[in-house]
């Protein structure tokens, strides 16, 4: 006989749901003469490839400006303020790593809020951590946020290691806040595929660099 | 040879639907709300018998993932519990028990998605114990109790359902805890030569039902049944604490589930449990040197890691020795097990304990709850 039971999840539904409509995202940068911000979230190494890959845009793309940010809660998402000092202080962010459970989740989610706020972000993910980070995007409702990979692990590289690591992943950051360089480039060659601003052409939603400095 | 239908087993006339059971425990499966194991189906008469052990308000918020965009209400927590297999008496302990575990810091932000895989560790203290049927003597980490098992694994459903994290998605541990979501045990106070936990958090004497939790990653045993010396026990214990392989941070903390036995050899000797935490304390931790084998010596300035700074681990300086817990009232101290061997268990707790206990409030009058369930 058919009886009646309680759904213990509350029924819930994500956080910002799907409306079909494409995510917002924020339009190209163009890196000279931009401030980029570099927000690291206080996992080992985050903050040292972002220095170097500051120092990449600096030299070869005549970046204006970096301005470090340290998210210390690396479980969640940046609170208001840091967002809006990110969104009123940069022209673009670079963030990460994403390379643990919460923390991949949380990146996806920044580069999400900030794309909102009208900033182009790069969020670098460990390929580990790809379910995690796939998830929370689909809560933060841009379930194909166009999000960068680099190979597990980050935390135990050396600072040579970690410099080869932002060499490798420049051009996909590159493409990423520029939105250039569409096409069929390779995961080997650190660039990014199609799709790498609107995310709907692509297969998978992250962009893979395959470190070789292992 | 069996043939199918033969009675080898004994067969047993039961006033229900034994068909209709199996198909509400393939149900739950079905809808991804176990955590392995069947489910009962929770009916909203059910649920208002879970509703009515408590004062507090069904609507209430009792936890939030904002990141997630989720929470957990009194009334959900009960769907939860009831589906885990709790009683409706058991209902004010899960509540307790939970409230306790969000007192850690890490459980209201990273730990249900940790590669870590924390197990709550929930101690229940007070005559609630023996009146809801918590075992706090013999096997107390281990199975065999349905107020224990419920309890704790009512925790896990919450987190599963209510805030929907789920191994594989965003749940990320990277082999899990043997325990998660199986640890909860009274306090054998029976046994213990000093006050209860709960108490020792500073609750009044008037609030002796109560629950204390903490985050582990796994528990260490300690057999130590052959000595008389007092010394030598808290020296093997303070051993168990020092691994290097559990300190990632600067400290690492632990809690001590002291065996009945080994309590009362330290009390007999003149311990209380506040001279038990400092000698752990004092003890607890490596040479600089074993932390250079370890790759650990270092401490990163801006996010407390520990990290490998290439020193030799003979090079000078490596005689200094290093203490691995932050301090002596982060260890909670607490006597569970029976009288038999001379063991204890050693807790490495993820984050930091709270040190702060939850009444257990029920509602009045008190029904005669397990007779009711």
């Known amino acids: 006989m058919p009886s009646t039971i309680l759904d213990p999840t509350g029924g819930s539904s994500p956080a910002a749901p799907d409306d079909g409509r494409p995510a917002p995202r924020s339009t190209a940068v163009r890196l000279r003469g931009a401030r980029i911000g570099l927000l690291e979230n206080t996992k080992h190494n985050a903050a040292l490839l972002l220095q170097e890959l500051g120092a990449l845009l600096t030299a070869e793309h005549h970046v204006a400006a970096l301005v470090p940010y340290t998210k210390r809660n690396f479980a969640v998402p940046v609170p208001d303020g840091l967002l809006h000092e990110l969104a009123d202080g940069c022209d673009a962010v670079i963030t990460g790593v994403g390379d643990c459970g919460s923390c991949s989740g949380s990146a996806v989610a920044d580069g999400i809020l900030l794309e909102r706020h009208g900033v182009p972000t790069a969020v670098i993910c460990s390929d580990a951590f790809t379910a995690s980070a796939d998830a929370m995007a689909e809560l933060t409702g841009d379930g194909d946020f166009p999000y960068l990979t680099t190979s597990h692990p980050v935390a135990s590289l050396t600072p040579g290691q970690v410099r080869e690591r932002a060499r490798q992943l420049l051009p996909a950051i590159v493409a990423r806040l520029t939105c250039a360089a569409p096409g069929a480039a390779t995961a080997a060659q650190g660039a990014i595929g199609p799709g790498a601003c609107d995310g709907t052409t692509s297969t998978a939603a992250h962009t893979a660099v395959t470190g070789g400095a292992r | ?373």
Request: some cysteine; proline content about 8%.
């Open chain 2, 1 to 373: 040879m069996n043939t199918p239908g033969t009675p080898h087993t004994p067969r047993i006339e039961v006033p229900f639907d034994a068909d209709h059971a199996q198909q509400a425990v393939e149900y739950g499966y079905g809808r991804e709300w176990s955590d392995g194991l069947p489910l009962v189906p929770v009916t909203p008469a059910l649920v208002d018998r879970f509703l009515a052990t408590t004062p507090r308000d069904p609507a209430e918020v009792i936890g939030r993932m904002e990141h997630l965009g989720r929470s957990c209400t009194v009334e959900l927590a009960a769907v939860n519990a009831a589906m885990a297999g709790c009683a409706p008496a058991h209902f004010p302990v899960v509540l307790a028990a939970w409230d306790a575990l969000m007192l850690e810091r890490a459980a209201r932000g990273g730990a249900w998605q940790s590669t870590s895989g924390p197990s709550p560790l929930i101690v229940v203290n007070g005559p609630i114990r023996k009146e809801l049927g918590f075992n706090s003597t013999g096997g107390a980490l281990g199975p065999g109790f349905r107020a224990n098992a419920t309890v704790a694994r009512a925790l896990g459903l919450i987190v599963r359902n209510a805030f929907g994290l789920r191994p594989h998605g965003l749940e990320q541990s990277t082999q899990g805890v043997p325990g998660r979501w199986t640890l909860c045990i009274g306090e054998n106070e029976e046994d213990s030569p000093w006050e209860p936990l709960a108490a020792s958090t500073g609750l009044g004497a008037g609030t002796p039902d109560a629950a204390t939790a903490t985050l582990l990653r796994t528990c260490a045993y300690v057999d130590n049944r052959h000595t008389a010396d007092p010394e030598q026990v808290l020296w093997d214990l303070a051993d168990a604490m020092s691994a290097t392989g559990s300190i990632i941070f600067r400290h690492t903390a632990c809690a001590l589930v002291l065996g009945p036995d080994h309590a009362r050899m330290l009390a007999d000797a003149g311990y209380d449990r506040r001279d038990v935490q400092q000698w752990l304390y004092e003890h607890a931790g490596r040479t600089v040197a074993d932390l250079r084998r370890a790759g650990k010596d270092g401490v990163g300035e801006d996010n407390g890691v520990r990290y490998a700074t290439g020193t030799a681990p003979d090079a000078p300086g490596g005689e200094e020795f290093v203490r691995f817990l932050p301090s002596p009232e982060s260890i909670p101290v607490l006597v569970a097990g029976s009288h038999g061997a001379a063991m204890s268990m050693v807790g490495r707790i993820f984050g930091a304990w709270s040190g702060t206990a939850v009444p257990i409030v029920r509602s009045e009058p008190d029904p005669n709850p397990l007779q009711e369930a």
